[in-house]
């Protein structure tokens, strides 16, 4: 029996089910054929459209899963209003930008057992870094400081932002924070939430902190307070107690830097501003922050009071040594 | 070459018992602020920490420890009284030369109820003072957790009575933040 196998074919297949259930879990029907395959692909005329229209729809379900029907700031002649993934203002604000690079890079995931080199995933445009990331669940290949040099969307920002698991001692969006004008408005409040979760995280994990063992505390917070959001999972990989909350107070620093600039002089519109004063206040950023610096001063009183009570057990038994 | 031997020491011929007191035991007073009278403030105390899992033990409250440990609440003096077990036995190495003599010292000091000193005595105090003051902080820190927690509960109930005391409650609302807790008690005169 001849069997024609057509590459394209197969890699539609293949990413069809790496939408649906990651690359690990798709099996393309004649898996015991890819060595036949050529190890590069070349694309035909029609495949363009095929493409697009495919991945456009994976990116739509992918958006709808990550923010449900959760509303954006978006400024409409100078007013801020709020649309969700339901509204067509929201797809109209954003433009996708999905090459053939992004099919030629799952097409070398799809031959990996053949081929030896790891597949070029920064030969991609952001949108392409976006179907990669979903087809793989891994978002940390992709940095902010690419994203943006290479123009990524807000949507695409906020999908990395939501996905990305932050590592405490490199919070890779506090890129954006940095650099508060290149941030988009829809993004903005996304941000704040987002901010405020963190340093919910970050308060979490100190309250399981105890001062008798300051090293060795290395653990994961899962933050899934918000029941439409997706979770944030913070990881604390610092020993030194001093320098988590270093880094965490000039993640805040670098925050309220930015949510000052987007409440001032960034404002986009004629009303953003009370938007994003908004935001600070319903997403409790400020109390958060003063509930992450109590937790700081009770664990340093804590040390502090075990550090008392060691030298007073000292002195008491070093006391009368003459009785001895 | 000189051969050295491991031998096996009683603790009491080489520390004596005052010292193994001192090495095993710490007292640390504490505060209660008296929002009612002492001996209501005491029993209100009292109350909570029975309520924590603590017990009656000789006319203090026992907080549940580890065993060879006891650490005791002196309600009516104010003081948190914590024992460690001090070992029975101290473990060391002895040259072969000078093993006898160590072993006659030690029979001699066991039949006279003596410490033998020197630089073996010197060594015991140390090590086991570093354990004991390590094991006595933790007690303390451990015992301070649920001392503190009670306290919290007695001042929260203190602070009703006193104010059941100055006219009708008509409505109590309570909010913690970090370290603290507001206690909200609106009276009506």
Known sequence: MKLQLYPEDILFEYAEKSFASGIDAAVVKHAQYLHHLPRMIEFSEEFAGRWQTLVKSAVKRFVADTFKLRPFLFDVEGYTKRFNSADEHFWNSCEFSFSQRGAERLYELLMREFIEEEPMFLVATPDDGLILSICTNNFGRYSFPWLCRNRANWLTQALFVARQQVVIDRISWQYLLDNPAEVALPLREYLIERCADLIIACSGHLRHLDPSTPGGQLVDVVNDLREDGVPLKVSFNQHDFNGKVTTVRRFIASAEKAFAYWAGEGGVGLDDEKFIRGALQQYRFAEEVREFEQLVSDYLEGRGMEGAIYESIIQNQNSNRSST | ????????????????????????????????????????????????????????????????????????????????????????????????????????????????GTQIGGRIGESADSLLAGQMAKQLRDLAMAARRVLNAALKETYREAIKIKASQIGNVTNISESSEGGSTRIRIEVAV
């Open chain 2, 1 to 112: 070459m000189s051969r050295s031997y491991k031998i096996r020491i009683p603790i009491e011929v080489l520390l004596s018992n005052d010292r193994l007191d001192k090495l095993g035991s710490f007292s640390m007073p504490f505060d209660v602020m008296q929002i009612l009278p002492a001996d209501q403030m005491q029993e209100l105390l009292k109350k909570s920490l029975l309520a924590a899992g603590c017990s009656e033990s000789g006319g203090a409250i026992a907080v549940p420890c580890k065993e060879g440990q006891t650490a005791l609440i002196d309600l009516k003096n104010s003081t948190l009284r914590l024992k460690v077990a001090v070992p029975g036995e101290f473990t060391t190495s002895v040259y072969e030369e000078i093993l006898d003599s160590v072993n006659d010292q030690i029979k001699n000091a066991l039949a006279s």
